[in-house]
């Protein structure tokens, strides 16, 4: 109602499975495309359940609730992961990846089949924001 056409929430949020289905569920009840987001140290494979009923998939590269944190370079083999995860659904979530992206890790996340980039700290607050905004793609 608020107007949000896409919600993404943690899968360490939710204690159980069933819970996770359920608010995927409700979710798109509502009318909106759903995300889950996965930390850093939380395996790829809990995604597995999920993934034929995702819009989005979200990889954390760093842990989540501070900027400016250095992107974890196993995070490419993570994101090698989910993309051959997605890979035989007939209809897959897009993948973004969130965490110390910059203008070295954004080429690397989207070879390894990130689709989406989220970069903050990287753009926000710099006089060269738009040299920046540049060099991510």
Do not use: W
């Not at 999920?50 to 819009?55: K, Q, R």
């Not at 979200?58 to 370079?73: A, D, R, T």
């Not at 083999?77 to 890790?105: F, Q």
């Amino acid at each position: 109602a608020a107007g949000a056409d896409l919600v993404t929430f943690h899968y360490e949020a939710l204690p159980e499975v069933n819970q996770i289905h359920h608010l995927i569920h409700l979710v798109h009840k509502a009318g909106a495309n759903v995300g889950l987001s996965i930390k850093p140290h939380t395996p790829v494979s809990a995604l597995t359940p999920f993934l034929s009923e995702l819009d989005l998939v979200l990889l954390m590269s760093v842990e989540p609730g501070k900027g400016g944190q250095s992107f974890l370079p196993a995070s490419l083999e993570r994101l090698d992961e989910i993309r051959s995860l997605c890979a035989p659904l007939s209809s897959r979530p897009v993948i973004e990846i969130d965490g110390g992206i910059n203008d070295k890790t954004a080429p690397l996340a989207l070879s390894h089949g990130a689709e989406v980039l989220v970069a903050g700290s990287y753009l926000y607050g710099h006089s060269d924001f738009e040299n920046r905004l540049r060099s991510l793609l």
